[in-house]
């Protein structure tokens, strides 16, 4: 069994709802996962008690949260010493127009915080309508329209989740799959 870590940010829930099903995935690997939200993290939640740490941030306005990319920064010499993995979620990965902006968002916080993962993951987000105010509902809109025409028919007046579950799954499974590989561990009740 493998200690994992899942440090995730989240703006208005989705990038959460990604760490959780990673977790879950992880878990039923036979693995003891924990998941904290930077904005909160636990001063006994320590990266060198993990064999093993995922970081998760969702991006707004073209950035990261600040709070993940801190927790990286601090705690960079400690994530290169195990195997890791970064997943993003935007909606500019929800598009095929959208891909290389999502991976130019994924390099920045590379160049930004020194620290190469092991494995990257980008992930669709969600518009959170039923959560914005009405100028912020204006602007989501005006930018969706704008920049991303394959989802610019979504509702704005309700919530639309772009997250390919199945692409977060693979994900998981391939981030676990590589963890134990690197640690030579075989998860419980396979041979």
Known sequence: MVSLLIAYGTGEGQTEKVATRIGDVVAKRGHDVTAVNADETPPDVVVDDFEAVLVGASVHAGTHQ?????????????????????????????????????????????????????????????????????????????????????LSDADAAGDVEFTDWHEVEAFAADVAAFVEGRLGVTPPGTP
């Not at 309508?129 to 912020?136: D, E, P, T």
């Open 66 to 150: 600040k709070t993940v990319a801190d927790f990286v920064r601090t705690n960079r010499d400690a994530l290169a010493a195990k195997p890791t993995a970064f997943f993003q979620v935007s909606l500019s990965s929800a598009t095929e127009e959208g891909d290389a902006q999502a991976a130019g968002y994924v390099d920045e916080f590379i160049e930004d915080t020194g620290w190469h993962p092991d494995r990257i993951g980008r992930f669709g987000g969600a518009l959170r309508y039923s959560k914005y105010g009405f100028l912020k509902r204006l602007m989501m809109r005006g930018i969706v329209n704008r920049t991303m025409s394959e």
